[in-house]
Every structure is written in C-alpha cells, then in structure tokens.
C-alpha cells in the first residue's frame, strides 16, 4: 500500500464515520417523541454490537466447539448478571480450558 492511497482511505473512512455521525444532528433538530421510533433507537447500538461481536466469536478460536462453550458461559454469567469483566474473563478460561482438552483427546 502506497502512503497516497492510506491517506486516500484514512480520508474516505473518516468522511464517512463524520458524516454518519452528524447528519442525525442535522436532520433531526427537535426531540424524537414517537415511541417506536425512540426504542428503535435506542436498540441500536446492541444490535451493532451483536451483528459486529457474534461472528468473531466463531472465528477466533481454533474449534467450534471451544468457541460454542464459550459463548454459552458467556450468555449464563450475562442472564446471571455478572459484571462484562468477569464475563469475558470466564469465558475465555472456558475456551482456554476446553481447546486444552481437545488437544490432549
């Protein structure tokens, strides 16, 4: 990659992340009462995260089989209301643990 076409992307990648960013503000400038729309909104961000988090997941590890352990103890210590640290901690000893096994069957 040449230094101009980094410099080319870097520009279009932060055009674009602007411009998602502040034609909302610009667009829209009262306060959004409808409620459909509001929880709409306000679900976003979790449905990206998800969408972006979900896959990775599954690709990340060297088994699918660790890595579905893991996104089970994660989704357990997540319904019992663990903090994220200790979710992501726990479910990457169970992944660690269970590709450990795998290597020694």
């Known amino acids: ?7 080319i992307y870097l520009l279009l990648m932060a055009g674009s992340t602007y411009l ?5 503000f610009v667009l829209v400038r009262h306060q ?5 729309i509001r929880s709409f909104l306000h ?9 972006m988090t ?9 088994s699918f089989i660790s890595a579905s352990i893991g ?4 989704i357990v210590l997540a319904i019992l209301d663990k903090s994220l ?9 169970a992944v660690y643990i269970t590709e450990l096994i795998m290597t020694l069957i």
């Open 20 to 24: 998602i960013r502040v034609i909302p």
């Open 85 to 93: 640290t200790t979710v992501a901690l726990l479910s990457c000893l």
């Open 32 to 36: 959004i009462e409808n409620r459909f």
């Open 54 to 62: 979900i896959p990775a997941i599954f690709t990340a590890t060297s």
């Open 71 to 74: 996104f089970a103890v994660a």
């Open 1 to 7: 990659m040449t230094i101009q076409s980094f410099f």
């Open 43 to 51: 679900y976003i961000p979790y449905a990206v995260l998800t969408a």
